[in-house]
């Protein structure tokens, strides 16, 4: 097991950040951290990457207790934390140079490992990392992260504020190093890429609510999904709101996504409702849930 | 229907580097309109003149009937504005925060206290009105901000990426007010990282490298580039 | 010893890449030195003054014609009456009235002395006092001058002599209190800002979890600044010397050693502020009001120790700067060597390693 947590708490002042928290992550495993800003997940990063010390609760990275042998965990690690941490005023070379120096090797050591991704911004090593663009700085910090040959990769929203395509390409970065066999914990606000994990942990208020395979966690979706569909959105979630055996209504992409409270939901009973309402082109048909439903319910 | 904004070639540059490359649209009123495209396409410059605190380069265009290069002032005035990075003073009380974003729009006292007991009722904050908004989680904190920028009834509301990192279900009910807002004739001018945000737009545009590569519905978009989702669009047109 | 030279060559870059901040760093020694070199000074020049004078005769007109040769003196108007002392005084430009009793030289040579009076305008107190003090010194050299010719003179003249700073130059006093000032600001708020900005960018979360001991990461800020410092305190021993022809009467080794124990000190107060404070203002305000208020105020570079009450003197002994004025004023003004001065320089020591000891001690290995 390359990472594996039980029942750590952590509390600040008036905040509890995380609470009972146990989990594990598996040699060359890609595990995925699923929840909204301030679910607790950096507190979680920063006490696996030895940088806060938990209330309670023991946990193990790569073999080494986080706290008594904090200095062989950091030997080891690879951490992106959240914000953007690389030096803006150093160009892409000084950057990467100066953390492959710190970790005590140098890139043409580990350049197999970087190669991939270091390739796509090589054009512009001499730029400022602060001139660069936001999928771009988040490829070099990849590679600082990577360039001392880490057993376990901590990244922390890699993506967050990235647009679709430099996530996805940054998705398909995670899945080769994977093959290379670093085992990766990776957190993230979008539900999208939870589908791209081997397994993935949902957590909302610092607690753990469900760990399964993306493929599997939609089981745990407690009830009958309906897409419901109308001219009008805005009436629409407004007359579903006040229906009377609505149990919930979210809006997902063209469509609702409806679940009843009854056992036997009928559907031309709803759609006679909406008629009443005034909707026209009312359609409504059975949904597979997705996980971003799935999390839903059981936040809620 | 009655034209909001209307941008007609609309260019801005920095030195050789052209960031908004002749740009033409226009965005009719109470519509919402999703203004897509990667880091660096060119959305927030094109923005930036759209709210008036940037001088295009070339081009025309008018915000709320203004033009964008003689009548800035009077697009603000007739403009809300929330972006990710500023939304609200953290070390302000909620109540505070209203009254001052209020304040600088020249609403009467009596207005801003009506309409602050309106807010706070609407949004269920009556227990969290005199905390500071630092304290408040940033779901809470979003729709706050979009009620505050919607204080001084603007014609057309600009929110960049209002929704980052906030949980599903706020996410949601921050799209509930966006569709009512707009239910009234509010124009909702939005960006979004979020591609199944994108569906809930009545029309799309996506900028890649500065210019408008496609605009449409999402139901046309997803026909015409016979892709599943929107995500499927944004990842066919931005790869080029 | 690689990973070391990649830590500081990184931290040169920072430096140079920034500058404004250059600028500032290199800058400000000279524009402090400079300002308090020549607009801040207690020294007095051309002070418009005005005589009444009843007697009118040799003897007052000699004294006069001294003043008014001096460069420090301008004599502006001659008055008649008592009742016009005031007027001259309320329209402002007079700063002083020199008053000549009647039968000035009659009363000097029968009795033997003869009354001047001195009204100075003190709403400003210092420049009041040299004034009196100026006049009282060209007053006297000139019965200096009279009891020469006197066969035989009993008369004790008083005389005051000034030892150190015989010109009385400010610019003397100045110098090594800027100095202390400039070093202090530059390593002690240089570099606390320089670990909170990391703290700021999330770098230094990166830097916690790579192998990098404390001592390494601590001297990596250190040593650049130590160098700016040392350019700094040059630049200020040089400027002193050519352009205000300040004397060093003692080593210039010696000098240049006790400017680096006490920039290490300073050194050690920056990282100690960065480990209590969270953001780069922070470090900036808690540089600003700990360090440079006490420097200022405490350490005798303006306000002589001396005259403090008894509970600020005994603090002062715990401020470093105190120490270090000592020491350079000894050096510089007075030519002592470290026989004079072991004391002040073991205090300083010890204080540094005091200072080191406690913030790589508090520099933490773990965030909050």
Known sequence: ?300 | MEKVIEAKSLTKSFGDFTAVNAITFHVEKGEIFGFLGANGAGKTTAMKMLIGISNPTSGEAKVAGFDVFKQRESIKNNIGYMSQKFALYDDLTVKENITFFGGIYGLSREVIKSKTQVLIKELNLEEVENQLVGSLPLGWKQKISFSVALLHNPKIVFLDEPTGGVDPITRRQFWEMIYKAANQGTTIFVTTHYMDEAEYCDRVSIMVNGKIEALDTPKNLKNSYKADSMNDVFLKLARG | MKLFYVFIKKEFYHIIRDRRSLFILLGMPIIQILLFGFAITNEINNVNIAILDHSKDVTTQNIINKISASSYFSIKQFIERESDIEKVFKKGKIKAVLIFENDFSKKLLKNSHATVQIIADATDPNTANTISNYINAIIQSYTQELNKDVVVSYQIIPISHMVYNPELKSVFMFVPGVMTVILMLVSAMMTSISITREKELGTMEIILVSPLKPIQVIAGKVIPYVFISIINATIIILLSLFIFKMPVQGSLILLGFENVIFIVTALAFGILISTISATQQTAMMISLMGLMLPVIILSGFIFPIESMPLPLQIISNIIPAKWFIIIIKGIMLKGVGITYLWKETLVLIAMSLFFIGLSTKKYKIRLE
């Not at chain 1, 950040?17 to 997940?41: C, M, Q, T, Y």
């Not at chain 1, 006490?47 to 938990?54: D, E, G, Q, V």
């Not at chain 1, 992106?80 to 160009?91: A, N, R, V």
């Not at chain 1, 390409?169 to 890429?193: A, C, H, N």
Request: aromatic content about 10%.
């Open chain 1, 1 to 300: 097991m390359s990472i594996s947590v039980s029942n750590i708490s952590k509390s600040y002042k008036n905040v509890q950040a995380l609470k009972d928290v146990s989990f594990h992550v598996n040699e060359g495993e890609l595990f995925g951290l699923i929840g909204p800003d301030g679910a607790g997940k950096t507190s979680l990063f920063r006490i696996l990457t030895t940088l806060l010390i938990a209330d309670s609760g023991k946990a193990n990275v790569a073999g080494y207790d986080v706290v008594d042998d904090f200095k062989e965990i950091r030997n080891c690690v690879g951490y992106m934390p959240g914000k953007f941490s690389l030096y803006q005023d150093l160009t892409v070379e000084e950057n990467l140079n100066f953390f492959a120096t710190i970790f005590g090797t140098s890139i043409k050591e580990n350049y197999h490992l970087i190669k991939d991704i270091y390739v796509q911004i090589e054009p512009f090593k001499n730029r400022r990392a602060g001139k660069l663009s936001g999928g771009m700085k988040q490829k070099l910090a990849l590679c600082c992260a990577l360039i001392h040959k880490p057993k376990v990769l901590f990244l922390d929203e890699p993506t967050t504020g990235v647009d679709p395509v430099s996530r996805k390409e940054f998705w398909d970065m995670l899945k080769r190093l994977q093959q290379k066999g670093i085992s990766i914990l990776v957190s993230t606000p979008y539900m999208d890429e939870a589908a791209l994990c081997d397994r993935i942990a949902f957590i909302q208020n610092g607690e753990i609510l469900e760990i399964d395979s993306p493929q599997d966690i939609v089981k745990h979706f407690p009830k009958k999904l309906y897409n419901v569909g109308a001219d009008n959105m805005y009436k629409l979630i407004e007359s579903l709101k006040h229906y009377e055996h609505m149990h919930s209504v979210f809006p997902f992409g063209e469509f609702v996504h409806y679940t009843d409270k009854r056992n036997d939901f009928n559907s031309i009973e709803l759609n006679e409702y909406l008629t009443s309402k005034g909707l026209n082109q009312i359609s409504v048909e059975v949904a597979q849930p997705t996980i971003e439903d799935t999390f839903m319910a059981l936040a809620k």
